[in-house]
């Protein structure tokens, strides 16, 4: 996979704490910026924000300031980010005119908050100048006469400002004595390179479909639509759940009747491994893997009588999307809406689903002293393994049929 890098340096508030993070385009692992195109500069960090790296890994809990060219602002592109995340910052070099204005009081409704960046005062400005929540003053293109001039321009608009380039204790206390709010320059941090990987686009649809199928509220409507959108997975499912694998005595005719016969948990989980299934350059043994792990799990769970059985058959399942997906599976828990339970069972291997994905993974190993779960008896679990087994190539051969 591809290496991607993303720029990340400090603001700082009043009190030297800081508040944000600006992100920047970075070729390589290389510190200043070096681009032909703004709007490739901005599609690059887009993609780090919301594919590769993640805002959560590249800021934390802090808000991130980011860069947008004319074309960002006016296609509405910026929408694909959370607005209590992250400050949207209209460059210096786009013309002010009645389609920006417009473009940035839509995103102001949707909650956005706007900077205005490397701001030099201009009486046009005005409209934007009542819709931005910050303006960044590049300290270098003022004379100190000039930046005294400009904050009194600005107060009337009950705006934040933000000293940018500030490269001495003499700017940073001059900036504090004009009641400056935020301070971004070397004489308090230089930006920093964080590295990531970009993930093949197959992967990243996998990724994507899990933070679709997995969050709390997902209704049923909302699976019947993500199967549906999809032909091949809407012909697999009715092919598979009318197949012998299932035996029922009344055929199902539609996606929605599907959904409610396997319940919804259980219907996320069958389009995963269809899904899993549909990455062909991964050797078939990592799925089948998954299978039995998955199949071991929920019925070790039914065996001890414990709730959430679809969930145990979700940490088997995935606990092998590092290798399939070949990304750091923490990395791939940290975008991915699952319990926390989950993820400590995968993790960690903690909490009754992290046992019996133990014990699952102890047949594995041929480590005859950790098969056990719960009161179990040693027999039962052996069988549960040998059914888990069977099972699971029963369902991948009648998936592979299908």
């Known amino acids: 996979m591809d290496e991607v890098f993303v720029g990340r340096q400090p603001i700082y508030d009043r009190e030297g704490q800081i508040q944000a993070y600006e992100l920047l385009f970075r070729a390589k692992n290389e510190t200043s910026a070096r681009f032909d195109s703004g709007d490739a500069a901005t599609y690059e960090v887009f993609q780090n924000i919301l594919m590769d790296i993640g805002l959560h890994r590249l800021v934390g809990d802090k808000l991130a300031f980011i860069n947008l060219t004319r074309s960002f602002l006016t296609a509405s592109v910026a929408n694909t980010l959370p607005p209590t995340r992250v400050v949207l910052e209209v460059l210096e070099d786009i013309e002010i005119d009645d389609e920006v204005v417009a473009a940035v009081r839509s995103l102001t409704e949707r909650g956005y908050a706007i900077a205005l960046d490397d701001y030099i005062y201009h009486e046009h400005h005005v409209p934007l100048l009542k819709l931005a929540s910050i303006v960044k003053i590049d300290l270098k293109s003022l004379t100190s006469a000039q930046l005294h001039e400009h904050v009194r321009q600005l107060e009337p608009y009950n705006l934040k400002l933000l000293a940018e380039k500030v490269e001495t204790l003499e700017e940073y206390e001059t900036c504090l004595s004009l009641g400056f709010d935020y301070f971004q320059g070397y004489y308090l941090s230089r930006p920093m390179v964080l590295q990531g990987q970009r993930m093949p686009t197959n992967r990243l649809a996998v990724v994507e479909l899990i933070k679709t199928l997995y969050l709390p509220d997902l209704s049923i409507q909302a699976v019947e639509a993500q199967i549906a959108r999809d032909v091949s997975l809407s012909y697999h499912l009715l092919r598979f759940i009318n197949s012998a694998f299932y035996g029922l005595s009344r055929s199902i005719e539609s996606i929605r009747h599907a959904i409610v016969y396997l319940g919804q ?13 549909s990455l062909q350059d991964q050797q078939s043994e990592l799925l089948i893997d998954s299978l039995v792990r998955a199949r071991m799990t ?49 993790l960690r291997l903690e909490g009754p689903m992290g046992e019996a994905l133990g014990c699952a993974l102890a047949f594995e190993s041929k480590n005859p002293t950790t098969r056990r779960f719960q009161d179990l008896d040693e027999i039962r679990i052996g069988a549960l393994y040998l059914e888990s087994v069977a099972w699971a190539h029963d369902f991948d051969a009648q998936a592979t049929n299908d």
């Open 265 to 277: 948990d259980a219907i996320r989980n069958w389009i995963m491994i269809m899904t899993l299934r």
């Open 298 to 346: 929920q019925s070790l769970a039914k065996a001890a009588s414990l709730d959430k059985v679809d969930s145990f058959f979700t940490v088997g399942l995935f606990s092998n999307l590092e290798p399939i997906l070949q990304l750091p599976l923490a990395q791939l828990l940290e975008e991915l809406p699952l319990s926390d339970e989950v993820t400590a069972a995968l």
